[in-house]
């Protein structure tokens, strides 16, 4: 009993799925999209592997990290006068 090959898709059909144009996805194939190459010049494209793309490369939000340091009030906003002003003092102090 043989497995069930998986269709392959032709660039223009992958490069709908992804959403991006044909050089786009040459571009993707750069970044480590996986292909097969069929024959010299004849690329065709997994769905599973296009999934997998998909995946790899999809960002996950994260809660903004609070900012540190001395020169940034509450509010968020830099009072860069202020900031100055310490700085001047500390080297006046040695």
């Given at each position: 009993m043989h497995a069930a090959v998986t269709p392959l898709l032709k660039p223009a059909e992958a490069a709908e799925v992804l959403g991006v144009c044909e050089k786009t996805l040459q571009q993707c194939r750069a970044r480590g999209l996986r292909?097969?190459?069929?024959?010299?010049?004849?690329?065709?494209?997994?769905?599973?592997?296009?999934?997998?793309?998909?995946?790899?490369?999809t960002c996950r939000s994260e809660p903004p990290k609070p900012k540190s340091g001395n020169t940034t009030s509450r509010s968020g906003v830099v009072d860069f006068a202020e900031a100055l002003a310490q700085t001047t003092m500390k080297r006046r102090r040695r």
């Amino acid at each position: 009993m043989h497995a069930a090959v998986t269709p392959l898709l032709k660039p223009a059909e992958a490069a709908e799925v992804l959403g991006v144009c044909e050089k786009t996805l040459q571009q993707c194939r750069a970044r480590g999209l996986r292909y097969v190459t069929v024959t010299r010049g004849a690329i065709r494209y997994r769905a599973d592997d296009l999934e997998a793309y998909i995946e790899a490369n999809t960002c996950r939000s994260e809660p903004p990290k609070p900012k540190s340091g001395n020169t940034t009030s509450r509010s968020g906003v830099v009072d860069f006068a202020e900031a100055l002003a310490q700085t001047t003092m500390k080297r006046r102090r040695r």
